[in-house]
């Protein structure tokens, strides 16, 4: 997903933790506190990605957390608002940072496999409870990485997803993602992501309105192929009006594209507008009634047998 430009804004009391954040220039290791969340940036460790930890946590239900298309670290306050819930996060890029791709192809699953043992070995994570979070993209990376590494994956969410292996950016006639070598899923001749191999609860959410791609019916093909398998472990929420920007997940104003006339409209030096459907009310609307659903999932996770 090509997210909104980011602007600052007032939220939720949860988000004091974020706005009381402070950063410090340490040698390159970012490194942030506050009341409720710490975060630093794992050195020597195989990736690229910032840790969000809660003041207390030990034995948690742990998020692997990635974005879309722009690539790169989240720069707004999802991640450090799930740590405030209470969840470790691992906030992981994986292309457009340094040493990283720099292009959506090509992307190795064994990448990801590092940084899941990573985050099992932490003191703070239950590694029986570890869910993959992602957007668009990411959101079929997470349903992706969840069905493939099913005894390190524990439950899998995806805002505006894809129920289908997608092709490279910029190039789609390229692989996005591959493993030990090859494409994943056979790509491009696969069908569905085989979300009924993921070991745990999926939870996914789509817009009807979406204009980048039909992210609503995508959430109703991953539901149904989870039930044509015998499994009800699935929350699917599709909201008619929404479009893709329901992908900013927090239940608050997203900030604007850089087209300030036309809302969800992304104007790029080099390629064609991108819309991305919706309307700003129709998609804080979802994003509100998605959250505390979102929350209800992860808690359940957290309470379940492990």
Same mark, same amino acid.
């Given at each position: ?136 993209? &990411? @959101?079929?990376?997470?349903?992706? +990485? #969840? *069905?493939?590494?099913? $005894? ?124 991305? &459907? @919706?309307?700003?009310?129709?998609? +804080? #609307? *979802?994003?509100?009634? $998605? ?16």
């Amino acid at each position: 997903m090509t997210r909104p430009r980011r602007a600052p804004f007032v939220g939720l009391a949860v988000l004091a933790a974020v706005l009381s954040l402070v950063v410090c220039g340490c040698g390159g290791s970012a490194r942030a506190s506050s009341p409720l969340v710490s975060f630093e940036s794992p050195k020597a460790v195989g990736f690229y990605a910032r840790w969000y930890r809660p003041r207390v946590a030990r034995d948690r239900t742990a998020i692997l957390l990635f974005g879309g298309s722009d690539g790169g670290l989240f720069t707004d306050p999802l991640p450090a608002t799930l740590a405030a819930h209470g969840y470790p996060v691992l906030d992981l890029a994986y292309f457009r940072e340094p040493g990283l791709p720099q292009q959506l192809e090509g992307i190795r699953l064994e990448y990801f496999q590092r940084a899941l043992r990573w985050l099992a070995g932490q003191p703070q994570v239950n590694p029986k409870r570890i869910v993959t979070f992602g957007v668009s993209r &990411g @959101g079929e990376l997470s349903l992706i +990485l #969840a *069905a493939s590494f099913p $005894a390190l994956i524990h439950g899998a969410v995806g805002y505006v997803p894809s129920a289908y292996v997608a092709g490279g950016l910029p190039d789609p006639s390229k692989p996005a993602w591959t493993y030990r070598g090859n494409p994943v899923f056979g790509w491009p001749l696969a069908g569905t992501i085989p979300v009924q191999k993921i070991d745990g609860p999926v939870f996914v959410a789509g817009g009807g309105n979406d204009a980048l791609w039909p992210s609503g019916m995508f959430v109703r093909t991953i539901a149904q192929e989870m039930r044509d398998h015998g499994r009800r472990d699935v929350t699917a929420l599709v909201y008619p009006q929404a479009g893709h920007l329901l992908g900013y997940v927090l239940p608050l104003p997203s900030p604007p594209t850089n087209d300030k006339h036309v809302y969800g409209l992304i104007i790029n030096a080099n390629s064609p507008p991108l819309n991305l &459907g @919706g309307s700003a009310k129709a998609d +804080l #609307a *979802a994003r509100k009634n $998605a959250w505390p659903k979102l929350l209800a999932f992860l808690a359940h996770i957290t309470s379940a047998p492990s």
